[in-house]
């Protein structure tokens, strides 16, 4: 069964293309590593996923992106598509001016929940979930900015997952993380992925083959090999995969 | 070792010239208000404050009541600020949100030179082409409808504390959406699109990151407007009609009133001969400064208040 499936997707700034007919697809409940050099287009790629590429000014996009049947470029309006699709960023990005608290809730708040005990169960449940809960339970009215780099990651990703999104993006999640904060993350995947589809970029090849499933390497705006990980690392089709996986350039 | 302690040199002689600047703007600060201060002493001494509520004003009966016109620099000012910041900050959120970024450079070239132009030009403008269409097109036809309400009763002057609020508008709203653009622009992108993948819409983006970013900085800009209105002299003496009956014999907005800059601006010179009178002109002066620091210091608490809710 798959979740997501990617039909000749093709992405431009201004006039640069920077993505060429991308053809592949995600399946349900798995985590899908998307690796390849600086500049290949890894994140362009993950942000044509949920439709925040065409936020930038100048961007488009062409293709197909089909969410459970339904494409989300022609078929869902963008709101519709991130919050079903939740994304975490490179840098970590929790809003300063509100609180650990409120920074959780963000997203509930824009679907209109706003009962307080719901909140605080949430609340509650999804910083454990991220391993956020017992370093800051007893200030939660603290500014999100206030916290560690590894922190506010942990922070963010609560953030994505209070609403529970069906597919979640991880853009480079841990490179910006000391070691002990990225195992934490790399084990709270293998945890979400009981009942979410993640899509990681990572440049760290040993980190997409610890955690994912399936991978696809990405060169020059290009799906270059796509399969699962074990395969992907054991036997590369490509040259290039072999080259980019052996640590030989890149 | 030659080069850093001529670095160290330099370094210390410009923190010593900053530190001269200052001091000299603060002196030269002191010096104004000193010399405002005392020169406004004899009519406050006569006059006590009956110079901030007296209604009348006569240099040959030596009556110095300044209300009306204390009365009519807050309101047009009010009024300016009420008008002008909704109108500043759509102008504002439409750059920075909605319009095509081709759009971008025409609005902010139209904004920098409304913002350039002389006040007196703003005066000009507001006496022989504004006042005639505000007196037909909007003046006669609301003091017809609704003239019974005293704030809008007739007759229709054309001149009046109305116009001078309207060419304030005119002049403080693009220095108010001006600054706005800037700042909204600088809202880091990294948190726009942090709300936007929550499944934010625009609108909700602004709200709950935009604003409360621009918040204190949207602060400063209407404090700038503020500022700039108070303290609008050539501009409104030419619409506002100069008269004293504005508010206590007629309280309608569309009645020729005076602010305290016209008041002094039209009266200086033939005050020059009668101490009282210009020492009035003077506690007014003073009075006008007051609000100003006033503002500045209110400013500074709300800022406190606001970093960051
Ligand atoms: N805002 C932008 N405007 C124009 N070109 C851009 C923009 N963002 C990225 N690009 C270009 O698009 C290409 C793909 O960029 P992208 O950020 O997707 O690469 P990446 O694989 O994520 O790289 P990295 O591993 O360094 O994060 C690059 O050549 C980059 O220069
Ligand atoms: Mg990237």
Known sequence: MYKLRVNGLSAWFQNKQVLFDIHLEFPEKKVIAIIGPSGCGKTTFLRCLN????????????????????????????MEVR?????????????????????????????GIRDRKILD???????????????????????????????QQRLCIARALATEPEVLLMDEPTSSLDPASSARVEALIRVLKNNTTIVIVTHNIQQAARISDFTAFIYNGKLIEYGETKEIFESPKDPLTEKYITGRFG | MKNISKIIFLENFFKLILKIA???IIVIFLLMFYSLFERSMPSLMENGFYILFGSSWDPNIKLFGGAPAILGTIISSAIAIAFA????????????????????????????????????????????????????????????????????SGPAYGLSIFLASLILTIMITPIIASISMDIFLKTPILLKEAMFALGATKWEVLRHVVIPFAR??????????????????MAVTMVIGNSYIWPF?????????????????????????????????MSLALILLLFSISISFITKFIEKGVKYR
């Not at chain 1, 065409?54 to 869902?76: H, N």
């Not at chain 1, 001016?97 to 679907?111: C, T």
């Open chain 1, 51 to 78: 439709r925040m590429h065409e936020l930038t000014p100048g961007a488009r996009v062409e293709g197909k992106v089909i969410l459970d049947g339904k494409d989300i470029y022609s078929e869902m309006d963008a």
């Open chain 1, 83 to 111: 919050r079903k699709i939740g994304m975490v960023f490179q840098k970590p990005n929790p809003f300063p001016h509100m609180s650990i608290y409120d920074n959780v809730v963000a997203g509930l708040k824009l679907m």
């Open chain 1, 121 to 151: 169960g949430i609340v509650e449940r999804k910083l454990k979930e991220v391993g956020l809960w017992d370093e800051v339970c007893n200030d939660l009215k603290r500014s999100g900015a206030q916290l560690s780099g590894g922190q």
């Open chain 2, 22 to 24: 200052t001091l000299i």
């Open chain 2, 85 to 152: 910041f909704p109108i500043s900050l759509s102008i504002a959120i439409f750059y920075t949100e909605y319009c095509p970024l081709r759009v971008r450079p025409i609005i902010s070239e139209i904004m920098n030179l409304l913002a350039a132009i002389p006040s007196v030009i703003y005066g000009i403008w507001g006496l022989w082409t504004i006042s005639p269409i505000i007196k037909l097109n909007f003046q006669e036809p609301i003091i017809a409808s609704i003239g019974f309400i005293p704030l809008f």
């Open chain 2, 216 to 233: 204190r900085g949207i602060l400063a800009a209407t404090i700038l407007g503020l500022g700039r209105a108070l303290g609008e002299t």
């Open chain 2, 249 to 281: 014999q007629s309280i309608s907005l569309f009645s020729p009133a005076t602010t305290i800059t016209s008041k002094i601006a039209s009266e200086f010179p033939e005050s020059v001969i009668d101490l009282m009178h210009n020492s009035s002109l």
